[in-house]
């Protein structure tokens, strides 16, 4: 998605996940657009929620339930309750009670700063998420 995409999803989606998913918080590369980092895109909007939010949304948005297979039980991120869901607005991924390398990532406000988002993409770690890191850094120190 375009960052313009994103705001589009962000803007539509955000009632939902008040009503359904509070307290959610949004990581990745469409967080990082909606702080105003310079990204050309993202694949999706990635909203991390406690399991209750994420089964709520799953019943209120099951009509956008994308199927998905079953991720490894010992991969380094694991949720609780993962789902993707096809939006009319664009793609929306929901992880609820989403644990990193054996931690549970807490939820941390809508959009969390750019240094809860760094933190985030170093505690991540693949190389995808350390070139976020890089980014995300050359723009704080931009000012």
Do not use: C, N
């Amino acid at each position: 998605m375009t960052p313009e995409e994103v705001r589009r999803v962000f803007e539509a989606v955000v009632p939902d996940l008040d009503a359904f998913a509070a307290p959610w918080s949004l990581i990745g590369s469409g967080a990082l657009i909606l702080l105003g980092v310079p990204l050309d895109e993202a694949a999706d909007l990635d909203v991390v929620t406690g399991v209750d939010g994420a089964g709520r949304l799953r019943s209120a948005w099951a009509g956008w339930l994308e199927p998905q297979a079953p991720k490894a039980p010992d991969g380094p991120f694991r949720s609780q309750d993962f789902a993707r869901y096809a939006t009319p607005w664009g793609p929306v991924e929901v992880m609820g009670g989403l644990h990193v390398r054996g931690r549970r990532l807490p939820v941390v406000g809508p959009i969390p700063s750019a240094e809860e988002q760094l933190r985030i993409l170093r505690l991540f770690g693949r190389p995808k998420d350390l070139a976020k890191a890089s980014r995300l850094e050359a723009w704080m120190a931009a000012g």
